[in-house]
C-alpha cells in the first residue's frame, strides 16, 4: 500500500516529466545502477529506481534486470503480477524497433 500511494502522489517518477521515449537497447544499458535503473518489460520501459525501496524482494532482485530486457526474470517469480498497473507512473517508453534492413536488388 506505501508503493500505491507514493506512486500516486504526483511525483515525476520516470524523470522525464511527462515525456515518453522510444528507447534503444544501448539506452536501456545505460540506466544499470541503483540510483538510475530501468527495465524492460514485455516491450515496455521503466525507471524501477523509486521503486527499489518497496520490493517485496528488495533491491538485489531488482538490479538483476537493471538495464536489460527483464521479461524472462519477471515471468519466473511472479508472471501473475500486474505490473502495468502497479509501474504505470514509471513507465519510461517503448523500447525502439530495429528499421527494417534496405533491401537490395540487382538488376539482370
Known amino acids: ?9 504526483g511525483k515525476d517518477l520516470t524523470g522525464l516529466r511527462g515525456r515518453l521515449l522510444e528507447v534503444t537497447p544501448d539506452e536501456l544499458q545505460r540506466h544499470n545502477r541503483r540510483e538510475d535503473c530501468w527495465t524492460c518489460i514485455r516491450g515496455m520501459v521503466y525507471n524501477v529506481t523509486p521503486y527499489m525501496d518497496y520490493h517485496p524482494g528488495g533491491e538485489e532482485e531488482l538490479m538483476k534486470a537493471a538495464g536489460i530486457d527483464g521479461t524472462d526474470l519477471f515471468d519466473q517469480v511472479h508472471r501473475w503480477v500486474n505490473y502495468e498497473s502497479m509501474l504505470k507512473e514509471c513507465l519510461v517508453g517503448r523500447m525502439a524497433t530495429k528499421p527494417a534492413a534496405a533491401s537490395w536488388h540487382l538488376a539482370s
Open 1 to 9: 500500500m506505501d508503493w500505491i500511494r507514493f506512486a500516486k502522489s
